[in-house]
T-cell receptor, first 110, second 114 residues
Framework: DAKTTQPTSMDCAEGRAANLPCNHSTISGNEYVYWYRQIHSQGPQYIIHGLKNNETNEMASLIITEDRKSSTLILPHATLRDTAVYYCIVRETSGSRLTFGEGTQLTVNP | DGGITQSPKYLFRKEGQNVTLSCEQNLNHDAMYWYRQDPGQGLRLIYYSQIVNDFQKGDIAEGYSVSREKKESFPLTVTSAQKNPTAFYLC?????????????FGPGTRLTVL
């Protein structure tokens, strides 16, 4: 699976959009981009995934660049409860394993 | 309610003792996974099972053992051979599909070996 690079930490003001970047320059054509988040001392929670097109669900939006070498997770109106570690993962369509890096610690400030 | 349960939430054991962590799911998922997380680190895969009576080693399987006798259950045994067993252990399950694999995680068990 391709390696991902994320900033170690980010801050965001409550009510503003949080934009979390992820670089995956070695991604191959059959690899999806997944985002999970982990609130302190809890199990990770799936947020969203995508292959080529931008995706949106009730939690977030995923913007993938045309060359697929990077992506951005957008939380449109961040709340204090969005404070968590966010993991960007790329994975083959046929594989079942997820490889978690160290993620980005997002802190939403009042 | 459907979900994954792990028990207990906190577990203490003496050094040299084997300990078994429970993971049960009622989501009817075929695949189950065990991860280990150390402070400030990401998750590392210990073992995973895609079907009953079959499982594969992950990245850090040494010192651990698993069984998958039932679809609903995937217990993890931390043996005395595991050099540094104190950690946060997370179990997950998923439906392996052609293009999509959302893993559902349990609440975790925090193991402390004294």
């Amino acid at each position: 699976d391709a390696k991902t690079t994320q900033p170690t930490s980010m801050d965001c003001a409550e009510g503003r959009a949080a934009n979390l970047p992820c670089n995956h320059s070695t991604i191959s054509g059959n690899e999806y981009v997944y985002w999970y988040r982990q609130i302190h001392s809890q199990g990770p929670q799936y947020i969203i995934h995508g292959l080529k097109n931008n995706e949106t669900n009730e939690m977030a939006s995923l913007i993938i660049t045309e060359d697929r070498k990077s992506s951005t997770l957008i939380l449109p109106h961040a709340t204090l409860r969005d404070t968590a570690v966010y993991y960007c993962i790329v994975r083959e369509t046929s594989g079942s394993r997820l490889t978690f890096g160290e993620g980005t610690q997002l802190t939403v400030n009042p | 309610d459907g979900g994954i349960t792990q028990s207990p939430k906190y577990l203490f054991r003496k050094e040299g003792q084997n300990v078994t962590l429970s993971c049960e799911q009622n989501l009817n998922h075929d695949a189950m996974y065990w991860y280990r997380q150390d402070p400030g680190q990401g998750l590392r895969l210990i073992y995973y099972s895609q079907i009953v009576n079959d499982f594969q080693k992950g990245d850090i399987a040494e010192g651990y053992s698993v069984s998958r006798e039932k679809k609903e259950s995937f217990p993890l045994t931390v043996t005395s051979a595991q050099k540094n067993p104190t950690a946060f252990y997370l179990c997950a399950s998923s439906i392996p599909a052609l293009n999509y694999n959302e893993q559902f995680f349990g609440p975790g068990t925090r193991l402390t070996v004294l």
